[in-house]
């Protein structure tokens, strides 16, 4: 699967979830595609990250991880209360 083709397809499909005080960053950093979800809040700054590390023997095509991933996005942003960084200063994981 060509990483690109989904990131393109990812950006188009995050487009729906537009809110002004989220701000969603997808990236393709060697074999993962990340989407960086954060706010600021009064107290800190919160998020999460959404990271998929297609196999080459999955089947899925660009379109169908980006729709799996603006899934999951959604959902946490349904959740209303986006998480602060944990102890070790990390942002909330998500492998889709």
């Not at 060697?30 to 990250?49: H, I, K, P, Q």
């Amino acid at each position: 699967m060509n990483l690109q083709d989904a990131l393109a397809a990812l950006t188009t499909s995050l487009e729906s979830l537009n809110r002004d005080d989220v701000t969603m960053t997808p990236r393709v950093d060697g074999d993962e595609l990340t989407v960086s979800v954060r706010s600021t809040d009064v107290d800190a700054l919160r998020g999460f990250d959404v990271v998929a590390q297609p196999l080459p023997s999955e089947e899925r095509t660009a379109d169908d991880l980006a729709h799996d991933i603006t899934e999951v996005v959604e959902r946490e942003l349904m959740y209303g209360q986006l998480a602060a960084t944990d102890e070790d200063g990390e942002f909330k994981r998500i492998v889709v």
